[in-house]
T-cell receptor, first 111, second 114 residues
Framework: GESVGLHLPTLSVQEGDNSIINCAYS??????FIWYKQESGKGPQFIID?????DKRQGQRVTVLLNKTVKHLSLQIAATQPGDSAVYFC??????????FGTGTRLTIIP | DGGITQSPKYLFRKEGQNVTLSCEQN?????MYWYRQDPGQGLRLIYY???????QKGDIAEGYSVSREKKESFPLTVTSAQKNPTAFYLC?????????????FGPGTRLTVL
């Protein structure tokens, strides 16, 4: 069935280091993927997206990589800052046009 | 949070009462969505609307109702039939322009049943 999951529920990274958050999906028909950041008590904030016809997309300090062969999505955050501490989750859009969300990874930046 | 507002931020309800959560957007988006978020779980779709005066049930619609009389508004009513309504409720909207259908979220309403 269609599912979106994350490999690690928690991730701690030293301030200034790079972080990588992973996401696995099972629906090979999914054609659009989004990464969201959610701070405590707030709504999810759009970070970056990627279509299935791309392998990589870069934003400001963030890069999303898509490996369709193994159905894997990752979010790389460069030079992490304290403000990057949050829960990050991915979402995929499959053939039914609805988004399916993962449960999230909590990223903690260690000063 | 962009141009999506939700009110109130916190809401308390007694058992047996219906409550309505507000969601307004000024992004001129056609589609709007309601999700429920529980600790340790992904967002679950309650209802969505692709266009004014039309809406569809999501994965967990039982005990909820919606209306879409205006493009910018998509209120959600949590009825007494919803057995476990305590949760964080998120409203989102999206446009199909560019074919990406990115959903943007409001700040959320935390509902607690007393």
């Amino acid at each position: 069935g269609e599912s979106v999951g994350l490999h690690l529920p928690t991730l701690s990274v030293q301030e200034g280091d790079n972080s990588i958050i992973n996401c696995a999906y099972s629906n090979s028909a999914s054609d659009y993927f989004i990464w969201y950041k959610q701070e405590s008590g707030k709504g999810p904030q759009f970070i970056i997206d990627i279509r299935s016809n791309m392998d990589k997309r870069q934003g400001q300090r963030v890069t999303v990589l898509l490996n369709k062969t193994v159905k894997h999505l990752s979010l790389q955050i460069a030079a992490t800052q304290p403000g990057d501490s949050a829960v990050y989750f991915c979402a995929e859009k499959g053939g039914n046009e609805k988004l399916t969300f993962g449960t999230g990874t909590r990223l903690t930046i260690i000063p | 949070d962009g141009g999506i507002t939700q009110s109130p931020k916190y809401l308390f309800r007694k058992e047996g009462q219906n409550v309505t959560l507000s969601c307004e957007q000024n992004l001129n988006h056609d589609a709007m969505y309601w999700y429920r978020q529980d600790p340790g779980q992904g967002l679950r779709l309650i209802y969505y609307s692709q266009i004014v005066n039309d809406f569809q049930k999501g994965d967990i619609a039982e005990g909820y109702s919606v209306s879409r009389e205006k493009k910018e508004s998509f209120p959600l009513t949590v009825t007494s039939a919803q057995k476990n309504p305590t949760a964080f409720y998120l409203c989102a909207s999206s446009t199909r322009q560019g074919g990406t259908d990115t959903q943007y979220f409001g700040p959320g309403t935390r509902l607690t049943v007393l």
